[in-house]
């Protein structure tokens, strides 16, 4: 490179778009050349032979080879969206729970029998090499899955967009059990480095906190214009991760932001002896995206928290209005180019940020600015749980953001004006649909400030829409009846049948052929087949095998044998009491009870098994952890239960790990508390990997079951409108609990220490709840999943039965893909193309 390119490098954004290249660099998907470039990565970019290279070298030249094949996509994907000059998504979430991206990419571009042949030249196992890569654990469960399975879906269907979000130097944190309770341990997946991401320094933006707002005089007849002048600024750097999508067909970004201080170090600290004082600037910048709060379903409620939203909100806000104004005179037709999802309301404040850039950054007037703002926003709401609806003290709010805060003042103001003149709102309604909660000490409501910043609202399954227009946005319903609408999540075939799968992939090729993984719907050709016995044995054998790999680990990484033939009952998830963890050990303690006192009795050998992380303030849930740690330990070593009983708790539940335990399943348990759970997307993933489920009527569950059909799942449980009536009455457990001997007697061994001799009352608050108020309706609900339980084990006596309708619930599935949920948000909100 000569002196004279190095000295003044251009600016690689401003120049305009050369087009790429693509016959002349794209690179050869045959085994000898993978093998060769393979050896190439090794020694060139990593410096080892082959003879010295150790496993993570091999994993980072397999990846750097299959990286420069995404590469060939990308830049023809960026070439062909700047040509075409058409509308993009941005999908802003504070979360992106994305777990190992090598299997995924080498599936996408079907590559893996070539680079598993050219590893094979090296004696170098693919399998082995996928299982180093670290767990990208930057999400805490359902929210940032779904934020990652969209994220392939729309790089498979073909929606051109740009996923937004936060480079977490610590993910979600590791789960170890310590004497049977969470001990929470940092996670660090950027210990080896990150091979599949681009730091773009020349993507940076500046990020202002607290400070002052002026105003100055504009011209005449226009109103003053406002200055926000910040007391603090940070810089946001872009890391870009190319998506691809199935086939290669099209390949999107994962931009997240990381948090660097505009000076580094302070000069004159330094200088002056001030060593570690010249470095407060730096750190205080770093922490911003130093570490994921852990709470799922709950508002974290720390400062730090909402610098985080803001950081990632403003930087991706300025990020887009920049890509915009280079292809764009101005910022008028903003809405037609770009829509911008907020997943949830962690980015709501983009609402209130990106009316500032527009009037007091770009001049341009309010109310065009709103109606812009208003068309390019719409939001998902993922809970209805009041103790996870984010809401910020004003002061705080104030004092972080005031120009924001002016702004929120202005809007609220003119969505009540509205609501008085065009429907007559009143107090209670005014109150209902107000941006600020006067009743608690005055707070922003980032719930309706999103509402009322986008053109759609909506909710992720069906019935959780429903209970949107009837409670938290009632009122905002009648206000702008026309904006909520449904859309039930879905799950990516790619990760959660193909590639967690392999073994029911390739016996579904060979049986339907092809076509079901260009298209899944087609997968339903697999159901005239339910009945044929030969089928439902090489079926049977495929979830045979797959109970033997969970077998396997929980062997390896617990020391408890079980046995894959007996019935697989699995529970995998957030632990949360609404998700009821404890009704499923409650029946697993009265089954014990039952083995023990009817030894003779023909019981179902079953395997419960358990995996999730409590978010480390929740108690409730920790108990719970503990608990089915205790219930473990005591029913594995008695050995009146011999083989008929097993319970099971894997460490560290994670993307990884999910895609081991969902084809292992049998039964899979979604048991919330009808109403509570928004949609759930574990439920998607265990049933369309054939297991049947045991669950309620709620979120996405009613719709699996008008699929599956309903004599093929186990639902039980009181209706999400007979949990809301039994709350109204002020149900409590007590008087269920002592009609019911069953339930009663193992409440009675769980509180009276048997499962926890060294501190005989560590549950009692646990079940004291249960009986003094029972929330979460365990004990309203116990008989009946117990019932519906037995009625699992009668139809386990029956393979060919069970078989049956394992494989319609594989063949039914398929509307549940995360591809028709993003075809729908393309037709219905962003109005974007797809592919087909
Ligand atoms: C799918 C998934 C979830 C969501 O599970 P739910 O049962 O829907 O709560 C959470 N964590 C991981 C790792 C997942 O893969």
Redesign the pocket.
């Known amino acids: 490179m000569s002196a004279s390119m190095t000295a003044q490098r251009p600016d690689p954004d401003a120049a305009a778009p050369l087009p790429h290249d693509a016959s002349a660099s794209r690179r050869s998907y045959d085994v000898d050349a993978l093998a060769e470039e393979i050896v190439e990565k090794l020694t060139y970019s990593i410096g080892k032979s082959p003879a010295r290279a150790r496993k993570y070298d091999w994993l980072r030249a397999v990846t750097l080879t299959v990286r420069d094949r995404i590469i060939d996509h990308w830049l023809e994907a960026e070439d062909a969206r700047a040509a075409s000059g058409g509308k993009q998504v941005a999908y802003l979430s504070m979360e992106f729970?994305i777990?190992r991206l090598l299997r995924d990419a080498i599936n996408n571009l079907n590559l893996t029998t070539q680079v598993a042949e050219a590893l094979k030249r090296y004696n170098v196992d693919l399998d082995m090499i996928e299982l180093l890569e670290p767990d990208a654990a930057l999400?805490?469960?359902?929210l940032?899955?779904l934020a990652a399975c969209f994220m392939e879906s729309m790089a498979s269907v073909g929606v051109p967009g740009f996923g937004y979000g936060i480079r977490y130097v610590h993910g979600f944190f590791r789960q170890e059990i310590a004497d049977g309770a969470q001990v929470e341990l940092p996670e660090n997946w950027l210990l080896h480095g990150n091979p599949w991401e681009f730091e773009r320094r020349e993507r940076s933006y500046e990020i202002g906190f607290g400070g002052k707002v002026t105003s100055v005089v504009g011209e005449p007849g226009k109103p003053p214009r406002q200055l926000w002048r910040p007391a603090e600024r940070v810089l946001a750097v872009a890391y870009d991760t190319p998506i691809v999508g199935w086939r290669g067909a099209h390949v999107n970004t994962l931009r997240l932001w990381s948090a660097q201080a505009l000076d580094p170090i302070l000069l004159d600290a330094f200088n002056s002896g001030d060593h570690i004082g010249a470095l407060v600037e730096s750190n205080k910048a770093e922490a911003i995206t130093r570490v994921l709060y852990p709470a799922d379903s709950h508002q974290a409620g720390q400062e730090l928290r909402l610098r985080q939203e803001f950081f990632f909100s403003s930087a991706s806000l300025q990020d887009i209005i920049r890509r915009h104004l280079e292809t764009n005179e101005s910022l008028s037709n903003l809405h037609d180019k770009v829509s911008i999802q907020l997943n949830d309301t962690h980015p709501a404040v983009s609402v209130a940020e990106l009316m500032r850039l527009l009037v007091d950054v770009h001049g341009m007037e309010w109310d065009e600015a709103w109606e812009i703002t208003r068309q390019t926003f719409s939001y998902t709401n993922h809970t209805l749980l009041p103790e996870a609806l984010e809401h910020w003290p004003i002061h705080l709010f104030e004092r972080l953001l005031p120009r924001q805060m002016q702004i929120i003042y202005a809007i609220n103001a003119a969505v009540i004006r509205q609501a008085m003149e065009s429907k007559g709102f009143d107090g209670g309604r005014i109150a209902a649909i107000s941006l600020i909660d006067e009743n608690n000490g005055r707070r922003v409501r980032m719930g309706q400030l999103a509402f009322v910043g986008s053109h759609a609202v909506n909710g992720v399954s069906a019935l959780h829409t429903d209970l949107m227009k009837e409670t938290v946005f009632h009122a905002l319903h009648e206000l702008y009846p026309d904006r909520i609408q449904n859309k039930t999540n879905g799950?990516t075939p790619r990760r959660w049948l193909m590639e967690a799968n392999p073994g029911l992939t390739s016996l579904l090729k060979e049986t339907i052929g092809e076509g079901f993984l260009d298209d899944i719907s087609k997968i339903r050709d697999v159901e005239r087949f339910a009945t044929d016995a030969g089928f439902r044995d090489r079926f049977a054998a495929v979830k045979r095998e797959n109970k033997a790999r969970l077998a396997d680990v929980i062997s390896e990484r617990l020391a408890i044998s079980v046995d894959p033939d007996a019935l697989f009952d699995i529970q995998?998830?957030?632990i949360h009491e609404y998700?009821r963890q404890f009704l499923n050990i409650i029946e697993a303690v009265a089954l014990y009870d039952q083995i023990r006192s009817q030894p003779a009795t023909n019981w179902t050998p079953r395997v419960k098994v358990f995996a999730?992380k409590a978010a480390p303030s929740y108690l409730q849930a920790k108990e719970i952890i503990h608990l089915a740690n205790d219930v473990a330990r005591v029913i594995n070593s008695d050995p009146a239960v011999r083989d008929l009983l097993k319970v099971v708790f894997i460490p560290n539940?994670?993307?990884s790990?999910?895609?081991i335990i969902?084809p292992a399943a049998d039964i899979s348990e979604?048991i919330s508390t009808a109403g509570l759970?928004a949609?759930?997307?574990?439920?998607?993933?265990f049933a369309l990997n054939g297991a049947l489920t045991i669950g309620t009527l709620d979120?996405a569950n009613v719709e699996m079951r008008d699929h599956i059909g309903e004599e093929n799942i186990f639902i039980f449980g009181l209706t999400a409108s007979e949990v809301a009536q039994r709350r109204r009455e002020g149900h409590s457990g007590r008087s269920v609990i002592e009609g019911l001997p069953l339930l009663r007697d193992a409440l009675h061994a769980i509180s009276s220490g048997v499962f926890s001799p060294d501190e005989p009352n560590r549950y009692n608050g646990l079940v004291g709840n249960l009986y003094n108020n029972d929330w979460w309706m365990i004990a309203a609900d116990f008989q009946s999943y117990w019932d519906t339980q037995r009625r699992a084990d009668a139809l386990w006596a029956d393979p060919a039965e069970w078989n049956r309708k394992a494989i319609l619930n594989t063949a039914r599935m398929s509307w549940f893909s995360s591809d028709r949920s993003i075809r729908e948000y393309a037709a219905d909100i962003w109005r974007t193309g797809t592919d087909a």
């Open positions: 729970l777990g999400g805490n469960g359902g940032g899955r799950v995998v998830k957030r998700k999730g539940y994670n993307v790990l999910a895609e969902m979604q759970e949609s759930g997307t574990g439920n998607m993933k979120g």
